[in-house]
């Protein structure tokens, strides 16, 4: 059973509909139990990263994830439910993620190129650098993603096992142990992001 987290901050809907579509026993949940007894969590995130750890924070769970996570269970962030994995970000300020992938999320507005629209929104190809990892089970360098983000993860090379080109290289998949993260959003990536969330159900 792969349980989704829900602290207010998220698009449950999509998510949940993409993984029943795949036949996999799915819940929403903030209950500290279910997550205890799930076989996998994804912790999803829309919005501005100040405002989710906190939300996170009050649900009392944030404990939780991080033993769940230490005992080796997958554990796939989203978007913004990938960057609060990382130590910390500088959105509007700085503020402490969960210290789960070693890194910082930056703005992209500062190390773009001239010309370039932030928010990143649309579809880019995946740069698969690591292809062993069994999360690219049925992914290849042909499949395209959809991001929408202002945001991105920096300083985290030992990690990433994906990036896009958007003028530079964008942080696309991150692995630390059991610990996963996608910048772009698999259950609007199409065929390209189900067959990920299929091999996130089979680590």
């Known amino acids: 059973m792969i349980a989704i987290i829900d602290y207010g901050v998220g698009n449950l809907f999509s998510l949940s509909s993409s993984l029943r579509y795949l036949g996999l026993e799915t819940t929403v949940t903030a209950d500290a139990k279910e997550l205890e007894r799930a076989d996998r969590i994804i912790l999803p ?10 939300k996170l924070r009050s649900t009392g769970l944030v404990d939780t994830i991080r033993a769940q996570a230490a005992a080796g269970k997958p554990l796939l962030g989203i978007c913004l439910g990938m960057q609060l994995l990382f130590d910390k970000s500088y959105e509007y300020g700085e503020h402490e993620g969960l210290g789960l992938v070693p890194g910082q999320v930056v703005p992209l507005a500062d190390r773009l190129p001239a010309g370039l629209k932030v928010p990143h ?11 062993e990892d069994p999360l ?3 992914s290849g360098d042909e499949d395209y993603v959809y991001y929408v983000h202002s945001y991105y993860a920096d300083n985290c090379a030992e990690s990433t096992l994906a990036v896009s080109e958007y003028g530079i290289p964008v942080t696309g998949v991150v692995r630390c142990g059991s ?5 772009f959003h698999p259950e609007k990536s199409g065929e390209a992001g189900l067959r990920l969330l299929r091999a ?3 680590l």
């Open 136 to 138: 690219f089970k049925y």
């Open 179 to 183: 610990v996963l993260g996608t910048q």
């Open 45 to 54: 995130g829309v919005g501005a990263f100040a405002d989710a750890i906190a």
């Open 200 to 202: 996130f159900s089979e």
């Open 121 to 131: 929104i649309g579809w880019n190809r995946l740069q698969i650098l690591r292809k």
